[in-house]
């Protein structure tokens, strides 16, 4: 027996989640987005650039495992505070924030990597992907975007340098 | 007691207009720079950033419109407060993970995301909820179903 019949609520009680005018606002919000995006000059893809035109290749974790012990370059796209908690042991941090800073300090060591392993979190692939278009377009050859992230090459027992912090027991 | 409900859910419904409105604006204006503080998150796969970057902007803004013009308010409390609690949500999620960067919530930046920003989002969750169940009709175009009160709806 439902609640109405139960007499528990009776008609008047009941809410009115107004769910036509809830779908309205969606829609029309999906198509104002798509006419401004699509006519304004400032307006962008359906899909970024570096997803819809990759320069870089996909890399599985096994097989940027095998590159990581023949001397390939890891760069990490994430967030330095991201960076600061863990990474993969000889990783350098170069994420789209602060790109323009790093990039020119990190240039000799990315002109001395023969292979570039980019890797994020793995769940999007942003920054990776992003980082890797960037040092694709910058003329390196070998740029690599790893398909798995952090976690899973943890999980996996990989190298890592996780500094311990105040209150970590372990 | 009327009186004083119905000013509250004014105040509440321009505060929170007020918000998404601010908040708005730039990411409209700006798509590219919007995606990419979406895209920090890692939610959502790449080829999905750009899609929903502008729907949520302009969400925001068409919510900061109807809630300054009180047309469909019930609805857009709803969406502001079901996108406030996605926001606390995600705030907590940056927290835990570490997270660095500016949250894109507002113009200019300077924002974090993590503990602090959640707790923001909290102190805008009240009057948008309090907008779900008293939407109000004072100063409003066209409140919607829901907005009359309850003793008005029964006698009609």
Not at chain 2, 6 to 12: C, F, G
Not at chain 2, 78 to 98: D, K, N, R
């Amino acid at each position: 027996m439902t609640l109405l019949a139960k007499g528990v609520i009776t008609p008047q009680r009941r809410s009115h989640i107004p769910w036509a005018a809830c779908l309205i606002i969606l829609l029309a919000s999906a198509a104002c987005a798509w006419l401004f995006n699509a006519f304004m000059p400032q307006g962008i893809g359906l899909t970024p650039a570096h997803v819809s035109h990759p320069l870089w290749q996909g890399v599985s974790l096994e097989r940027a495992a095998r590159m990581y012990g023949q001397g390939a370059l890891f760069v990490d796209a994430r967030d330095p505070g991201q960076y600061k908690r863990s990474h993969i042991r000889g990783a350098v941090n170069l994420s789209p924030v602060e790109r323009e800073y790093l990039y020119p300090l990190l240039k000799p060591s990315l002109e001395a990597a023969k292979r570039i392993v980019v890797y994020g979190k793995g769940v999007s692939r942003f920054p990776a992907a992003e980082i890797g278009q960037f040092l694709r377009q910058q003329g390196f050859g070998e740029v690599w975007v790893m398909e798995a992230g952090l976690d899973e090459w943890r999980a996996a027992g990989h190298p890592l340098r996780e500094p311990k912090r105040p209150g970590n027991s372990s | 007691m009327k009186a004083l409900r119905e000013l509250i859910s004014l105040a509440s419904r321009l505060f929170v207009a007020g918000v998404f409105l601010y908040a708005a604006y730039d990411k409209v204006w700006q798509p590219a720079a919007f995606a990419q503080a979406v895209a920090e998150y890692e939610l959502v796969p790449l080829w999905l950033v750009n899609s929903s970057s502008a729907v949520m902007a302009w969400l925001e803004l068409l919510l900061g419109a109807l809630l300054v013009f009180g047309v469909a308010v019930r609805a857009a409390a709803l969406w502001s407060s079901g996108l406030l609690v996605f926001f606390i949500a995600l705030m907590i999620y940056a927290g835990l993970t570490g997270a660095g960067y500016d949250c894109g919530c507002f113009p200019g930046g300077g924002h974090a995301a993590g503990y602090e920003t959640a707790l923001r989002d909290l102190v805008f969750l009240v009057p948008s909820l309090w907008l779900v169940f008293f939407p109000g009709r004072w100063l409003a175009l066209a409140p919607g179903r829901g907005s009359r009160p309850r003793e008005e709806r029964f006698l009609s």
